[in-house]
């Protein structure tokens, strides 16, 4: 049976649950080595030497200060992953 022209019920979707800003743990930060490790970063070439270290946390980014604020204010802890690694490379 097709929805199609039917009005969409709306009733039973879930809402997504709101971060709660003051429950914002700290990252743990660990070894770059480790951190690619469990995140799954890796090279083509395999040879990570060249590579910056990923930004684990938000307190050394190269940004500022005010977007960094905002960037807690909204309830992230860390960059992701891919923030992390690619963020010190194009920057």
């Given at each position: 049976?097709?929805?199609?022209?039917?009005p969409l019920d709306l009733s039973t979707r879930q809402k997504p649950?709101?971060?709660?800003?003051?429950?914002?743990?700290?990252?743990?930060?660990?070894?770059?080595?480790?951190?690619?490790?469990?995140?799954?970063?890796?090279?083509?070439?395999?040879?990570?030497?060249?590579?910056?270290?990923?930004?684990?946390?938000?307190?050394?980014?190269?940004?500022?200060?005010?977007?960094?604020?905002?960037m807690r204010q909204s309830g992230f802890a860390a960059p992701s992953?891919?923030?992390?690694?690619?963020?010190?490379?194009?920057?």
């Open positions: 049976s097709s929805t199609l022209g039917r649950a709101k971060r709660a800003k003051s429950s914002v743990l700290a990252p743990v930060v660990v070894s770059v080595e480790q951190y690619r490790r469990e995140h799954h970063i890796r090279s083509p070439s395999g040879d990570m030497s060249l590579w910056p270290d990923p930004l684990q946390t938000l307190t050394k980014l190269p940004f500022d200060e005010r977007l960094v604020r905002k992953p891919i923030q992390a690694q690619s963020w010190p490379m194009v920057l």
